[in-house]
């Protein structure tokens, strides 16, 4: 097997949490990646032969395939969420034109209208079932995921997003001003969906943390104001971080955006334990770092736009740069500022895997 790693590493999930937690500098650079595009995850278990020996008849060749996938990354964790939790959704598609393309093209929700518009929409849209969430694949890694590893629970906590594209974020805007009791239905019903779920995930000893995913910005400012998600969408992530925190997990937070207007809500109310998503353009990591480290952790960080546009050698010098500046003391994971999408050169992705891996 050809190896693009210039140090082995073996997990860590304790240490990984504890850096989360920031309980002081790690022996080493541990990784986050909340979201790896599944043809990028492909093309790795391709290019290093990563199934080789596994059974693709078997019914669980996914997630153990996974679990090779994240330990030859260098990850400590697998992601993992409940079953049958799915919101139909209007959506549009486009062809891709990525390197690593998917062939049914690439999906949009659509921004104008979405399946709720109206109180009768909202009563006869086909709302998921609290009791008909399954857990198959939290069962499972509960019985066989390696003990030095564990799962970080997703899929969830999405209430800006969900009243998004529930309504279509230009029928939102509206709803806020002629409709607002149709957008407080909606959010009630999905802290009273989310908190269902969690509780679920949260029975799993081998989940040691969650992540709430929950894009509230845009380049310049949070996409409704900053009272409105005060009211509609921060409660529903408060009664998540006191899920989490009550069970002795930390809460991160995934959201993109300009969110300056909230964090302080989100630091001292919400009382995340760490934010992921940065883009140079609205707030550089390590300007984060410096503002919120002494609070929170900031995940992430070396900007999609720049590992797209980038060569090898200046991805190694940027993270060299930002882990000078965020390692110290704890609360930084290293990757990417959102996603590793199927845009961007699989060779930037693992030099800067591997860079983090040489640091000390």
Not at 38 to 58: H, M, N, P, Y
Not at 319 to 326: D, H, N
Not at 333 to 354: E, F, Q, R
Request: glycine share 6%; net charge negative; proline share 5%.
């Amino acid at each position: 097997m050809q190896r693009p790693f210039s140090r082995e590493i073996r997990p860590d999930w304790s240490a990984f949490v504890d850096c989360i937690l920031r309980k002081g500098t790690p022996q080493r650079v541990h990784l986050i990646e909340p979201f790896i595009d599944i043809e990028v995850q492909e093309a790795i278990c391709w290019r290093f032969d990563l199934a080789d020996g596994l059974d693709r008849g078997d019914p669980h060749f996914e997630l153990r395939r996974r679990i090779r996938l994240q330990r030859f990354l260098g990850y400590d964790y697998v992601m993992c969420g409940v079953e049958n939790l799915d919101m139909p959704l209007k959506r549009s598609v486009a062809e891709d034109t990525a390197t690593l393309k998917r062939g049914d093209g690439r999906a949009y929700i659509e921004e104008h209208t979405g399946p709720i518009t109206t109180w009768a929409e909202y009563e006869t849209y086909p709302w998921p079932d609290p009791n008909q969430v399954t857990t198959c694949a939290l069962e499972w890694y509960e019985r066989n995921l390696p003990d030095d590893m564990c799962v970080v629970a997703f899929g969830f906590a999405h209430f800006a997003e969900m009243l998004t594209w529930l309504m279509g974020y230009e029928t939102l805007c509206y709803a806020l001003y002629d409709q607002r009791d149709l957008v407080r239905a909606i959010a009630e019903r999905l802290v009273e969906l989310y908190r269902a779920a969690l509780e679920r995930v949260l029975q799993f000893s081998r989940v040691k943390a969650v992540l709430g995913s929950d894009d509230m910005g845009f380049k310049n400012g949070t996409l409704i104001s900053p009272n409105d998600l005060r009211e509609f969408v921060l409660p529903g992530h408060r009664v998540m971080a006191q899920m989490a925190h009550e069970a002795g997990r930390p809460y991160l937070l995934h959201s993109c955006g300009k969110l300056e207007a909230i964090m302080p809500d989100l630091i001292h109310d919400v009382r995340i334990d760490a934010r992921h998503s940065f883009e140079d353009v609205i707030e550089p990591v390590t300007l984060a770092k410096q503002r919120y480290g002494d609070a929170i952790a900031v995940l992430g960080g070396i900007d999609v736009d720049f590992l797209c546009r980038a060569d090898t050698e200046q991805v190694r010098r940027r993270v060299r740069e930002t882990l000078a500046v965020c390692q110290p003391g704890g609360g930084y994971c290293l990757g990417t500022g959102n996603s590793v999408a199927n845009y961007i050169p699989l060779d930037n992705y693992l030099a800067m895997l591997d860079e983090g891996r040489r640091w000390s």
